[in-house]
């Protein structure tokens, strides 16, 4: 695996690979990633993974400087992998040389709902290192997991909107043995947080059970999912079933008719954020 720091060194390592599939990270590496490697690699070669902690999408008061950063583990794991061919770690200076006065702007009826919300300007500072990304690799194929579902498409509209010639393919959420999502954040919970936090899942499942069992009382089995993880000291800023189409709430018809749903949401655990869905 070829390791480079420069946007030079990336584009002389790939000259003339014309089906180049990309997997764009943070970095602090885990099992989900490394699937997603798997993924790329049956779609394109080479692979082309990136490491890079991006400060626009994080807010005044978020963990930008104790997000955790493990590049050499990180470069132990993908060799042994041996899934990618190239990895991508530039640091700021790099990606931004200047000030990022260009950005991004997702429209307001899906980047400003949900995660949106409660993260102002989160998915500006994502769609517009992913562009950059995307200008810096211009890969074929572009791998991103479910569990940030709402990131998924707002980077597919991006890239229906603006042409981009990437096709954006989405891995299923990988889970430990007790349903918890993996994530980078992960490592910030207790061990007493740990085990409570399969908890989330939980109430996601039971949520999604109950509206394929033919409960269309949705507003009254987000309540009693909010409360029961309220009850164990979790702090909700979402538990709510949306349209998979466009994350907007859907109609009693539509319910009646089948439409594709999904069950997001977010919450505190002690001072850790997770995030998880489950489509309906």
Known sequence: MKVVHTIEELRDQLRGQLHVSFVPTMGNLHEGHLSLMKMARQHGSPVVASIFVNRLQFGPNE?????PRTLEADIEKLEKERDVYVLFAPNEREMYPEPQSFQIQPPADLGSILEG????GFFKGVATVVLKLFSCV????????KKDYQQLMVVRSMCRQFQLPVNILAHETVRDEDGLALSSRNRYLSAQERIE??????QLQGLREAVLAGDKQIGRLE????AELQKNHW???YLTVRRQRDLLAPEPYELEAGEPLVVLAAARLGSTRLIDNLEI
């Open 63 to 67: 963990d930008f400087d104790q997000y």
């Open 117 to 120: 919300e409660f993260r102002p």
């Open 138 to 145: 211009q890969p074929r194929v572009a791998v991103f997991g």
């Open 197 to 202: 936090a399969a908890r989330l899942h939980q």
């Open 223 to 226: 309540q009693q999912a909010v």
């Open 235 to 237: 702090q909700v800023d």
